[in-house]
């Protein structure tokens, strides 16, 4: 739409139905280090590279059955606002640092931020439809400050 993305010939994943033999496929064990990994502050992606470099479970969803954000919203671990939303968000603050900070004629930021604060908008209109955001909720540039810290 705005910026270039994966097209149809981007790669896939191979279909696995089942963890690997070599893999760690101790349920109770990887859901207790995801726990553990989320209190200490890691993301969910972070805690798919810890399992697949440290703890041999090269697809955490394969021996949990579910995705690990699910788990972390099932022991209410993690932020206000979904992970990738929160990633734009933190991306955003950091182009308005950018261009408040003298560099005003930036023009390529400035579009930049136009095309993240969109990314934010569309996101937020699927989030509010799956009911993961409020309905009353709106972005603004004023308050992306306060949100992200």
């Known amino acids: 739409m705005y910026k270039s993305r994966k097209g149809k010939s981007g790669s896939s994943k191979p279909y696995v139905s089942e963890a690997p033999e070599w893999s760690n496929t101790d ?68 182009i308005i ?5 003298g560099n005003h004629k ?3 930021n400035k579009r930049a931020l136009e095309i993240t604060e969109a990314k934010i908008r569309r996101l937020a209109a699927y989030y509010k439809s799956e009911g993961r955001l409020p309905s009353e909720w709106r972005y603004k540039r004023d308050e992306l400050r306060l949100m992200v810290e």
């Open 27 to 94: 349920t109770a064990a990887v859901k207790q280090l995801v726990i553990d990994l989320g209190k200490e502050g890691h993301s969910s992606a972070v805690i798919g590279t810890i399992l697949r470099d440290q703890h041999a479970v090269p697809n955490a969803r394969l021996v949990l059955g579910k995705r690990i954000g699910a788990v972390l919203t099932e022991n209410n671990i993690g932020g206000t606002y979904p992970e990738d939303m929160m990633n734009l968000m933190r991306q955003a603050v950091g």
């Open 106 to 108: 930036d023009l390529h």
């Open 97 to 101: 640092n950018h261009v408040a900070s």
